[in-house]
């Protein structure tokens, strides 16, 4: 680089952002920088990290520390203002680095091959062969050879001979724009993902329909959490119309949507119910095996089909897409205050009936057909255990990994036997005169945890990977080669110089070169 | 045979064929280097029967637990990558199969002493860490053919990455100088001695380690002042330099605090995971109060070796010979002790700290005041060997028919390999997968900004050699400095960092 009294600000500045080493020196920040992020616990309660910073640098420094690092932003360093600006330098040092040479790689695209003069074959011959022959036949030969390794060549004649030439793959040169544009790509969806995006949660209630989704949002006064609560009880009972919701709460829709905003409620367009939520485990383990979700969308109160169902399913790695929002299964629990409202599933197999699906509250009592039997529920866990050394029945989780409930069975109002009917276990399920009663759900009383997303850049991404799949190919698997044949007439032979370049993967090509002179020598030799 | 037995025939394979491979390089007998391909080809065979075996075990397991699946399904499901300890021996068996290509394709066994000794010490890990083994069904996330795409195509990356780590690290040592005379060694380990002698208890007789070297390097610095100062009074107007190099020691400083901050922290968690209630008070009662000492000698022995090793690297572009060599050497004598360390839990029936670190406690940190004093005596003894011997080492690349220019081919060339299948495999499929499963294709995940911070290591890698000055030796330590980033992705994320993707966490 030439220190030039001449140059202006902007040119000094573009020479530092065409730089190969500010590239490095960015890298290297951006690097460094993330680790720091895996190391501090992002978006962690400040205890977690508090207690990180007091093994590293003591403990009364701990809070202090942790105050400058949150001031910082290293709570959340990679929104922090300072981690984006790093990535827009980044795709600033990009951009001029690629324009910045574009002009010289353009050229040696575009610029056609050429035959060679003598000394160049000079230098950059790198084989030689004699062929007994005349030369036209050997020239054809050579040509047929070079058609046959991919090659179209150009003839020139020389005074005492010929020169076949050509090249192939001269944009491969472009292959490095090409996956420098997709990072670009990349960096442009994500940023349209952060600006116009929507990510948030939804835990769905078995049996309700809620027409919004919630995002992350800071900490909430009261007050601001019990007007959230209005305006979501205003949003549920119009279907998440906007409109209708403010002419209900008596506010301007704009103000409206300015609070929701606020409080991280996006509406969804739509609404959505879960009819059911169930998990299921790995037989003799907790180890869950699938969680699955069945939804029904309905839109202006009526419901959607979609691939010509009414009811969806949801599982991990089997999102839901609609209307541009995807509904992920991320998580499951028990609903707080669910227990009330909840329905105690059974199917009823009496010892010479047919099987039967009948249903109960969680008070009262309810008959069991095909029987004399009433059953009463007296109790229920949802994940229960035996503990050995007490001898006494406990519940061991919050979620329903092994549900139980405690029946007692009467007759005539007479209590005749009881006991737990543990959902997992069909031995629970024999009654003693030989009915079975299946517990098959106790519905109402769990949750499905939903992440809601809604990503217009996402394909922006998406086509920046397979553009920057189809560049890393190109860049690193293809390459610009030319070759040049000079076909030198002799007395009793034609001799045939070859001198070839590549500006990647040389060996490679030059071993291709070998084999078609090899099969050349024959084919000449073996008389044609 | 099931395919445990299977998995410890190849372990033991690779071993051997590791010294046999050693010995090549020592004698340049061709029996002895057919022996040793002999024994590697052997190895890979029966851990591609172990795998098979494994995944056979897998799939009964899996019918006999999903018996809705079908049988497309249900092996893909069984395919054996689901866990750690199913990717490293994968990993191992990609490795070893690019390195027989290699050797067969080239003709040239003597990468095998480089290459074995990776897979080695990958499977001895496996022990090391009592990492379990048992085939567990997967969980929903996992139940998807993204995981197979994904895992596949990053260890294929891996395997490349780990070879262009050996070629890197053989070429540092076929074009390291040895500079120093013998007495710089002794000063060094006579302080050494008798300072460990003294406090052998204390958690943070490591750090001493680290401050040690600071001396080895001042006798040597002043040497080079000298010469800095003879180069510079010839070039004039070169006043740039002195701010340079001011300039460079100040930012280095900044960066070294917070990395032997953190390294020092970590060592310390390790050991004050001890098995009793009485010894961790006492440890922690010693530790607490060594900490704030130790800490700030930590902090400038370490800022002084780090900016003094990097300036005579890096601006006065001087090798460092003794710097590799005790580099290593202590680093395989701590994985020596690490081992030792299992062999003594495993006797007395305790397990190993929780996170796969082990505290050193049966050597060099022992409580019997004569195995510490001997375990620091074999690792001097040790260190000058490495020192002293380890240009033999240096002779014996040297004296291969290997060219540094071919061992700087080798490496561009499977990092350019690795790069692009690391890229689409490991970072747009991972992303893709995320996408599908967890509704967002980034989220700054501790596994995925290391491996966002591995491919920047190895997108640097290749943009370095369009650098001026960064040929050969720069770039083969870039190469070796991205496979340890290659290491921390793959294991130290699970093991140490919490996350999406973790195995452990750090509390």
């Known amino acids: ?528 | 045979m099931d395919s445990s037995t299977l998995f410890g025939i190849s372990t033991m394979a690779y071993i051997l064929a590791m010294i046999i491979y050693i010995a090549y390089l020592a004698f340049r007998n061709s029996q002895t280097g057919t022996a040793a391909t002999a024994l590697t080809i052997t190895g890979f065979i029966s851990q591609t029967l172990a795998i098979a075996a494994r995944w056979s075990e897998s799939y009964v397991q899996w019918t006999t637990m999903t018996p809705e699946s079908s049988a497309v399904m249900s092996l893909l499901r069984s395919a054996p990558l689901r866990n750690l300890y199913e990717s490293l021996v994968f990993f191992v068996w990609c490795l070893i199969l690019g390195y027989l290509i290699i050797e067969f394709k080239y003709k040239n066994r003597s990468f095998g002493a480089f290459i074995t000794p990776v897979a080695g010490i990958a499977l001895a890990f496996i022990g090391l860490s009592g990492m379990p083994k048992d085939i567990s069904p997967l969980v929903p996330a996992l139940q998807s053919n993204w995981l197979l795409v994904h895992v596949i195509m990053s260890f294929i990356a891996y395997a490349a990455f780990a070879i262009s780590f050996s070629t890197g690290l053989m070429y540092l040592i076929a074009t390291s100088e040895r500079q120093e005379k013998r007495h710089v060694f002794w000063v060094v380990f006579s302080v050494f001695a008798i300072l460990l002698a003294l406090i052998s208890q204390s958690p943070d007789t490591i750090m001493l380690w680290i401050i040690s070297f600071a001396f080895v390097i001042a006798v040597d610095i002043k040497q080079n002042i000298d010469i800095a100062r003879r180069i510079s009074s010839k070039k004039e107007g070169n006043s740039g330099g002195a701010l340079k190099t001011t300039l460079t020691v100040i930012g280095l400083s900044l960066i070294s605090i917070a990395a032997i901050l953190i390294f020092i922290q970590l060592v310390k968690l390790q050991i004050i995971k001890a098995d009793d209630a009485a010894k961790l008070r006492h440890l922690e009662t010693a530790a607490r109060a060594s900490s704030f000492t130790g800490n700030i000698m930590g902090i400038v022995g370490f800022i002084f070796f780090i900016c003094i090793v990097l300036i005579k690297y890096l601006i006065l572009k001087k090798e460092y010979y003794l710097f590799w060599t005790l580099n290593s050497g202590i680093f395989i004598f701590v994985l020596m002790a690490m081992g030792l360390d299992f062999l003594m839990f495993r006797v007395m029936g305790t397990m190993p700290a929780q996170d796969g670190g082990v505290g050193l406690k049966a050597t060099l940190l022992s409580h019997s005041p004569v195995i510490a004093v001997a375990s620091y005596a074999s690792l001097t003894a040790f260190l000058y060997a490495i020192w002293r011997y380890g240009h033999i080492l240096k002779k014996m690349i040297s004296g291969i028919n290997i060219s540094t220019d071919f061992l700087d081919e080798i490496t561009y060339k499977s990092i350019s390999i690795g790069f692009p299948v690391f890229t689409l495999g490991g970072l747009i499929f991972g992303a893709i997968w995320a996408d599908q499963a967890w509704g967002t294709y980034w989220g700054w995940d501790p596994k995925e900004t290391w491996s966002l911070i591995t491919w920047f290591v190895y997108a640097f890698f290749l943009h370095s050699r369009l650098l001026r000055g960064w040929k050969g030796k720069k770039v083969a330590i870039v190469a070796v400095v991205g496979f340890v980033v290659v290491i921390f992705t793959y294991i130290g994320v699970n093991l140490l960092l919490s996350g999406l993707h973790s195995y452990g966490g750090m509390e």
């Open chain 1, 1 to 528: 680089m030439e220190e030039n009294k001449n140059q202006t600000l902007t040119d000094k500045i573009w020479d530092i952002f065409s730089s190969v080493k500010f590239a490095v020196v960015i890298f290297a920040l951006i690097a460094l920088t993330s680790i720091i992020g895996t190391i501090i616990e992002q978006n962690a309660a400040p205890e977690k990290n508090i207690k990180l910073i007091g093994k590293l640098f003591g403990d009364s420094l701990a809070p202090t520390l942790y105050n400058a690092f949150d001031f910082l932003g290293f709570m959340d360093m990679y929104h922090s203002w300072w981690f984006v600006a790093l990535l827009m330098l980044f795709a600033a040092n990009l951009t001029v680095c690629s324009i910045d040479r574009l002009p010289l790689i353009w050229k040696l695209v575009k610029e056609p091959v050429k035959p060679l003069t003598d000394e160049q074959f000079k230098k950059l011959g790198k084989k030689e062969i004699a062929l007994k022959g005349k030369t036209e036949k050997i020239k054809a030969a050579a040509g047929f050879a070079i058609k046959k390794a991919g090659f179209k060549f150009l003839e020139t004649k020389e005074v005492d001979g010929y020169q076949l030439y050509s090249e192939k793959g001269n944009y491969t040169r472009l292959g490095v724009y090409i996956t420098h544009l997709s990072i670009l790509l990349i960096l442009i969806g994500a940023i349209i993902g952060i600006f116009f995006g929507f990510k948030g949660f939804l835990n769905l209630p078995e049996g309700k329909t809620y027409s919004v989704a919630f995002a992350q949002t800071g900490h909430l006064t009261p007050a601001q959490e019990e007007d959230m609560e209005k305006i979501i009880a205003a949003l549920q009972s119009v279907e998440g119309s906007t409109l209708k919701a403010a002419q209900e709460l008596g506010m301007e829709e704009q103000s409206l949507k300015l609070k929701m905003k606020r409080y991280g409620i996006r509406p969804l367009g739509f609404s959505i119910k879960c009819n059911d939520f169930n998990a299921d485990f790995y037989s003799n383990s907790d180890m869950p095996k699938t969680y699955k979700s069945w939804i029904t969308i309905t839109e202006n109160g009526a419901p959607v089909k979609i691939n010509g169902k009414e009811i969806q399913e949801i599982e991990v790695n089997t999102p839901l897409k609609y209307k541009g929002v995807t509904f992920y299964q991320s998580s499951y629990g028990l609903t707080p205050g669910g227990w009330e409202n909840s329905v105690f599933k059974f199917r009823v197999t009496p010892k010479d009936g047919k099987t039967e699906d009948i249903e109960s509250g969680v008070e009262g009592s309810f008959r069991i057909p095909g029987t004399n039997l009433t059953g009463k529920i007296e109790n229920f866990s949802p994940a229960i255990g035996f503990d050995q050394s007490t001898g006494k029945l406990f519940t061991y989780a919050e979620q329903m990994n092994n549900p139980a409930v405690l029946v007692s069975f009467y007759e005539n109002n007479k209590r005749k036997y009881g006991g737990w009917i543990l959902k997992r276990s069909p031995e629970t399920w024999k009654l003693p005169e030989g009915h079975i009663m299946e517990f098959v759900d106790l519905w109402g009383i769990q949750y499905t945890g939903l992440q809601v997303r809604d990503d217009p850049g996402v394909w922006v991404v998406y086509l920046g990977c397979i553009v920057m799949s189809i560049g890393l190919y190109i860049a690193f698997f293809m390459s610009h080669k030319k070759i040049w044949l000079r076909i030198i007439e002799e007395k009793n032979s034609t001799r045939i110089i070859v001198a070839m370049t590549a500006n990647k993967n040389r060996e490679a090509f030059e071993r291709k070169i070998d084999n078609m002179f090899a099969l050349l020598s024959k084919s000449v030799e073996g008389g044609k």
